[in-house]
């Protein structure tokens, strides 16, 4: 959430602890997480997650309320 901007935004979501429960979640049960490591090695910022990123909707929407999208 950090690298893709909306580390700030999650935290004013309505029950945003569940929320962040929900992501993290969805981040513990994907199968890319060996290339997750290595995307987020290699960008310390970035317009958008990869396409195989389960929370890419969450992250779209929270861009979208913090006037990214």
């Known amino acids: 959430m950090?690298?893709?901007g909306v580390d700030r935004q999650l935290k004013v979501?309505?029950?945003?602890a569940?929320?962040?429960?929900?992501a993290v979640n969805r981040c513990r049960?994907?199968?890319?997480?060996?290339?997750c490591s290595t995307w987020l090695d290699r960008h310390e910022q970035?317009?958008?997650p990869?396409?195989?990123?389960?929370?890419?909707?969450?992250?779209?929407?929270?861009?979208?309320a913090a006037g990214q999208r």
């Not at 979501?13 to 945003?16: G, M, R």
């Not at 569940?18 to 929900?22: G, L, P």
């Not at 990869?50 to 979208?64: K, T």
């Open 46 to 48: 970035a317009d958008a």
């Open 18 to 22: 569940s929320v962040t429960d929900r």
């Open 50 to 64: 990869p396409d195989y990123c389960r929370n890419r909707d969450l992250i779209a929407r929270l861009q979208h």
């Open 13 to 16: 979501v309505p029950d945003h």
């Open 2 to 4: 950090r690298t893709l």
């Open 29 to 35: 049960s994907c199968g890319h997480q060996d290339e």
